[in-house]
């Protein structure tokens, strides 16, 4: 009978180890290398995170796409991706919620040096048509994946803004790595790019041109957003709250002190390898487009995922924008009004 007890004992202390275990497991936190992201990097090198369970593990990943699927498989507790991959995911079933946003209008269309000149001059809509005609080829334009934010803008500008004829140019999709090396390798003539590429590519070649900035393709286009897991939200608001609060002092950094924000972005965007100054010049480009207020994206988003509806371009079934947001704790943080619950 001690035999027994002892061992069933044992038993309990190993359940009880592993639980403990369990529940203190730290934070994974799925982003992509690139500035729309900035908050995370600022929140993690001032400490800023919650430390709940340890310091958090950040997973990095190349495209929207790719960061879906990892919420679906249910990993990653919280993630900064495109508005685009979190209506996706949420469409398909993943628990989550956006408690804060990250940037608006921030996508570009730049086009290269024997691209750039057909937009100087004539018809937008005639460019790609005119370049074919005498170069004897289509223009390759390179973006992201279906469903990533740029596509969706591009898309919106070249069908509703400049009405371009989708068979006058070589549409390719890409991740983030393999778009700057295109560019700047002329392999591609064009391409729908976030910073701090657009400031690379600007730098390094000198002929490029940005055809179209953020307002001129979606006119209030929300970008990368903060989701968090319902469980997470559920079982752990306070945490939640300091993550968004932390949000917000990253957001205001952005905005007011460049200089102090770069070297800390610097470590996490293109891998590491910009120089800081490039880092700097990319958040300054940027100015006015950090937005940590859920709220202000909301409006557009509907415009997004109906536009994406529209041009049967929406990858998954449509959702509820409404219940997407949790706007509770940026509505705390920043002292607005509490609101209902979503």
Same mark, same amino acid.
């Not at 608001?237 to 800390?264: G, N």
């Given at each position: 009978?001690?035999?027994?007890?002892?061992?069933?004992?044992?038993?309990?202390?190993? +359940? &009880?180890?592993?639980?403990? /275990? =369990?529940?203190?497991?730290?934070?994974?936190? @799925?982003?992509?290398?690139?500035?729309?992201?900035?908050?995370?990097?600022? =929140?993690?090198?001032?400490?800023? $995170?919650?430390?709940? @369970?340890? /310091?958090?593990?950040?997973?990095?990943?190349? &495209?929207?796409? +790719? $960061?879906?699927?990892?919420?679906?498989?249910?990993?990653?507790?919280?993630?900064?991706?495109?508005?685009?991959?979190?209506?996706?995911?949420?469409?398909?079933?993943?628990?989550?919620?956006?408690?804060?946003?990250?940037?608006?209008?921030?996508?570009?269309?730049?086009?290269?040096?024997?691209?750039?000149?057909?937009?100087?001059?004539?018809?937008?809509?005639?460019?790609?048509?005119?370049?074919?005609?005498?170069?004897?080829?289509?223009?390759?334009?390179?973006?992201? *994946?279906?469903? !990533?934010?740029?596509?969706?803008?591009?898309?919106?500008?070249?069908?509703?803004?400049?009405?371009?004829?989708?068979?006058?140019?070589?549409?390719?999709?890409?991740?983030?790595?393999?778009?700057?090396? %295109?560019?700047?390798?002329?392999?591609?003539?064009? !391409?729908?790019?976030?910073?701090? %590429?657009?400031? /690379?590519?600007?730098?390094?070649?000198?002929?490029?041109?940005?055809?179209?900035?953020?307002?001129?393709?979606?006119?209030?286009?929300?970008? +990368?957003?903060?989701?968090?897991?319902?469980?997470?939200?559920?079982?752990? *608001?306070?945490?939640?709250? &300091? $993550?968004?609060?932390?949000?917000?002092?990253?957001?205001?950094?952005?905005?007011?002190?460049?200089?102090?924000?770069?070297?800390?972005?610097?470590?996490?965007?293109?891998?590491? #390898?910009?120089?800081?100054?490039?880092?700097?010049?990319?958040? #300054?480009? &940027?100015?006015?487009?950090?937005?940590?207020?859920?709220?202000?994206?909301?409006?557009?988003?509907?415009?997004?995922?109906?536009?994406?509806?529209?041009?049967?371009?929406?990858?998954?079934? !449509?959702?509820?924008?409404?219940? $997407?947001?949790?706007? #509770?704790?940026?509505? !705390?943080?920043?002292?607005? *009004?509490?609101?209902?619950?979503?």
């Amino acid at each position: 009978m001690k035999r027994f007890i002892a061992s069933a004992a044992l038993v309990l202390g190993f +359940a &009880s180890a592993a639980f403990q /275990t =369990a529940a203190a497991a730290p934070l994974e936190i @799925g982003y992509l290398p690139i500035l729309p992201d900035a908050q995370l990097f600022i =929140a993690r090198e001032q400490g800023a $995170l919650p430390t709940e @369970g340890g /310091t958090p593990k950040l997973v990095q990943f190349q &495209s929207g796409p +790719a $960061l879906v699927q990892a919420l679906l498989a249910g990993q990653l507790d919280i993630a900064y991706v495109g508005i685009g991959p979190a209506l996706v995911a949420r469409g398909k079933g993943a628990d989550i919620k956006v408690v804060a946003s990250n940037i608006v209008e921030q996508v570009s269309f730049v086009a290269m040096g024997d691209l750039a000149p057909y937009f100087a001059s004539g018809d937008p809509a005639t460019a790609f048509s005119r370049f074919a005609k005498d170069k004897g080829r289509q223009p390759v334009i390179a973006s992201y *994946p279906r469903g !990533a934010v740029p596509e969706a803008a591009l898309q919106y500008w070249l069908r509703n803004r400049i009405k371009v004829d989708p068979a006058s140019f070589k549409l390719i999709y890409q991740g983030e790595a393999q778009m700057q090396q %295109t560019l700047l390798t002329g392999a591609v003539d064009g !391409a729908v790019i976030l910073e701090p %590429t657009v400031t /690379t590519v600007l730098t390094r070649a000198p002929k490029a041109r940005v055809v179209a900035r953020g307002s001129d393709l979606f006119p209030h286009q929300p970008g +990368a957003v903060l989701l968090v897991r319902e469980k997470l939200i559920n079982e752990k *608001p306070e945490l939640v709250k &300091s $993550l968004v609060a932390a949000h917000i002092a990253a957001t205001r950094l952005l905005d007011t002190d460049p200089a102090k924000a770069a070297p800390l972005v610097q470590k996490y965007v293109g891998g590491g #390898r910009l120089p800081v100054d490039l880092v700097e010049k990319s958040i #300054r480009n &940027s100015k006015g487009q950090f937005e940590a207020d859920p709220n202000a994206i909301v409006p557009a988003t509907l415009v997004l995922q109906k536009f994406q509806s529209d041009s049967g371009t929406l990858e998954g079934p !449509a959702v509820d924008v409404a219940k $997407l947001f949790d706007t #509770r704790f940026y509505d !705390a943080v920043a002292g607005k *009004p509490v609101a209902a619950r979503r």
